[in-house]
């Protein structure tokens, strides 16, 4: 099989027709479906000599510099990665507080599965609830400061789903330009009609949610944004919830375990939490070290959840191993040695990057974007950073807007200062002889 980021050239069957090809114009054959029937075949065959695609040729290949690779990556500890043989420190990981890897937490999960098995086997509705989701769903709604919890697979499956859940085709929902894909695709996937605001713009929100005269709006918004690593400004949010008669999804898969009080988040560290305008996502595959998701609100909205959101209904229930580990690091995450190793980590690497000019985008949070611009600019300078042992990826449109290709470095309480020193020494380096 080939490598999956490698050019795709199949074999030469000898037996179709010739075909240009999208890598570069070389042509190639086809092979040709028989029926038996002459004028079925000739059909097949003309539509062969123009275009007949198959599961190989499905795709226009990507130009190189917009390929994603998926690295063949191990990862050694919390903070050290090896790469094609070579160890490198990960500054790419979301596991903000080293809970990945952290021995009580691995023990909760080990101890789960000796009760429970790993697979939880069905949905929820379907095989009924293993101790421990009703359980960590306590802890969750009681740590963020709202009624009630609902765990769902990853979140990915909660953003797609709540839109559809929550808005009718009588309902508009607005979302901020750059929120997470999760949350555009399911806003663009459900029933009501998506418009997006410009990134934190309120004043063009403001107009937007004037000129709606849908019956319901809903404002959908990363919290942490969590390729920028900027804000949202809840508490404005909120007011124009109030103001224009909407609520509020907030995802703060990124803010969760690091902001606020006992690390409850960007909307707890703006007094917000439980609001009843507000309905808030959060992921257990960041600074909680696990996977999965839960959504959390008022009783009433958690409950029509359950009867509503096709991606909890209709999904296998997270494996109680997970929900097991995720409680072990909440518990973690609230006492906060691990969240303080990570706020001196980053007022040191901010220290460091403001010695050495880094452009960086503003951001308070562990994610720190450094902004290059072309994709192949961001492309090198990851791989000058991982030939001096650092694994910083580049990030690229589409995943961010074009022209904005940047390294999106994470800091983690894992780090140490001369791991530090050294990325931004490095990247003083590589950026100085570009210039
Ligand atoms: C803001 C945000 N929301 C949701 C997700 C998706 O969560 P999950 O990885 O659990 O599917 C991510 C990234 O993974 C994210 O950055």
Known sequence: MPALHEPQHWPDSGTGAAQKTHDGGKSRPIPLLTTGNRLVDSVFMGLSMTRMPDSRNWFEPMPVERRRRIPPLHRIDGVHVELDGRRLVN????????????????????????????????????????????????????????????????????????????????????????????????????????????????????????????????IVSDGVFSMDGDCAPVGELIGMAERFDAIVVIDDAHGTGLLGPEGRGLVAEAGLAGHARLIEVGTLGKALGAYGAFVLGARPVIEGLVQRLRTLIYSTALPPALAAAASCAVRLAREGSARERLQANLAYFLNQAEMHSLPLLPSRTPIQPLMIGADASALRTSEQLREQGYYVPAIRPPTVPEGTARLRITLSAGHDIDQIDGLTKALANIMGDRV
Not at 116 to 132: F, H, K, N, T, V
Not at 139 to 164: I, Q, R, T, V
Not at 192 to 200: E, I, S
Request: aromatic share 6%; glycine share 8%.
């Open 91 to 218: 500054f790419a990981s979301n596991d903000y507080l080293g809970m990945a890897d952290h021995a009580e937490v691995c023990n909760a999960a080990s101890r789960a599965i000796e009760e429970e098995g790993l697979g939880s086997g069905a949905s929820r509705l379907i095989s009924g609830d293993a101790p421990q989701w009703p359980e960590l769903e306590r802890e969750l709604a009681e740590w963020k400061g709202y009624d009630a919890a609902l765990l769902l697979g990853s979140g990915m499956l909660a953003n797609m789903g709540l839109p559809d859940a929550l808005a009718d085709r009588h309902t508009d929902v607005f979302c901020d330009r750059l929120s997470h894909a999760s949350l555009i695709d399911g806003a663009r996937l459900c029933r009501g009609r998506m418009r997006r605001y410009p990134h934190l713009d309120m004043v063009q929100l403001a107009s937007m949610l004037a000129d709606s005269n849908a019956e319901r709006r809903i």
